[in-house]
């Protein structure tokens, strides 16, 4: 007897508060990176009403006018209305940026220290972190966050465009698909929160989300005549953005990666440098599971491994293919662990981290873009994994 259950994902548009700050977080960070690879950086971003408070940890060669590049970030994102309260040209900012901890940077640079066990460079903090990824879909991605994360792709595509001028910059959408034996078959409904402004009638507003942004977007076959298109449900979405709610760097942590369908070790990535295995470890359980199923080990892989602060070696490695394995789980972890290197500075190296590319990462997700930059999304590891295990 066939299983269906419903699974939902939601994303969320550029000009959402948290999304804002994470945006203006890794603008920061690739300011940095873009003069000096090794700065280290741990920028958070708060912001409501017309303010942008900045705070963190930051030591770094470069020389960055940190208020140039917000209001550069904001502009950007699309807050240049004359109806925004939020606005690119007119936001106050206050910074509160200082440098990072010595005792932290003992830890991380890799040098001997009093009381370290290892000169290597070792982590940046304790933590789990998680990778994940599934052959559903080409992005080997979850299918709800990826449907999710077209749908607000779409919104601010047209937006940018200036064909509609009554978009505004705040949105939200969010995709429920029926799985059928452990496989998407069909959307049970759309949802679709955008910011407008005020001249707009919601019914010209539902026929264009449907019309130019759901159906133009979402797998035909899957959208059936039972399909639930909501809208925005409360009827009126005209003050938004910091305006309308608070915003923080790392709130969004779901949309970020698989939209809940794999685990999360809790770390945010945006504003982090990647000497931070919050963000590095996490791209890197990406890269590994995707190249486990790109291998055709696995229909499903999670990768999972914790550090210690200062630790150079992760302190445990799993793996779970939730029984799609077809080969054991051992296998694969013997064949993964021959293959990659999981030390900090290691997966830096792997990865080629020390770059500006951070601000390609903030919106619609960290995982499933097609991007060269995106070293974390190559499957040129996959041979060499399933020769690995004797495939």
Not at 45 to 50: D, H, L, V
Not at 132 to 151: C, G
Not at 259 to 269: E, T, V
Not at 354 to 372: Q, V
Request: charge should be positive; charged fraction near 25%.
């Amino acid at each position: 007897m066939s299983r269906k259950y419903i699974f939902s994902s939601e994303s969320v548009g550029e000009g959402h508060p948290d999304k804002v700050c994470d945006t203006i977080s890794d603008a920061i960070l690739d300011a940095c990176l873009a003069q000096d690879k090794n700065s280290r950086v741990a920028c958070e971003t708060f912001a409501k009403s017309n303010i942008v408070v900045v705070g963190g940890e930051i030591t770094t060669k470069a020389k960055v006018h940190y208020e140039a590049v917000i209001r550069a970030a904001v502009r950007g994102i699309g807050y240049v209305n004359s109806d925004d309260v939020f606005h690119a040209d007119t936001l106050f900012i206050n910074n509160y940026l200082t440098a990072q901890s010595p005792d932290i940077a003992q830890g991380v640079d890799a040098r001997k220290a009093k009381g370290k066990k290892s000169a290597e460079q070792g982590a940046g903090d304790q933590g789990i972190m998680f990778g994940y990824a599934s052959d559903e879909t080409p992005e080997m991605m979850p299918a709800p966050i990826m449907f999710a994360h077209r749908l607000g792709r779409q919104l601010t595509k047209l937006r940018k465009s200036g064909r509609v001028p009554w978009l505004r910059p705040d949105a939200k959408s969010q995709v429920s698909v029926e799985y059928v034996d452990g496989k998407p078959a069909r959307i049970t409904n759309a949802v679709i929160s955008t910011q407008h402004s005020a001249d707009v009638e919601h019914a010209e507003i539902e026929r264009f989300c449907i019309e130019k942004v759901i159906k133009a977007v979402l797998p035909k076959a899957m959208l059936t005549k039972d399909t639930e298109y909501l809208i925005n449900p409360t009827g009126r979405f005209v003050i938004g953005g910091p305006q309308g709610d608070s915003g923080l760097t790392g709130r969004k942590i779901i949309v970020d990666t698989y939209g809940g369908m794999g685990r999360h070790g809790g770390g945010a990535f945006s504003g982090k440098d990647p000497s931070k295995v919050d963000r590095s470890a996490a791209y890197m359980g990406r890269w590994v599971a995707k190249n486990v199923v790109a291998a055709g080990l696995a229909a499903r892989c999670e990768v999972q491994f914790a550090y210690a602060i200062g630790h150079p070696k992760p302190v445990s490695v799993h793996v779970d293919s939730f029984g799609t394995g077809r080969v054991s789980d051992d296998a694969i972890l013997a064949a993964v662990l021959k293959t990659f290197s999981f030390k900090p500075a290691d997966i830096i190296a792997q990865l080629n981290l020390l770059r500006p590319i951070y601000s390609k990462t903030t919106n619609y997700g960290h995982f499933g873009k097609d991007d060269a930059d995106l070293t974390w999304e190559s499957t040129a590891i996959a041979a060499k994994l399933k020769k690995g295990v004797g495939k």
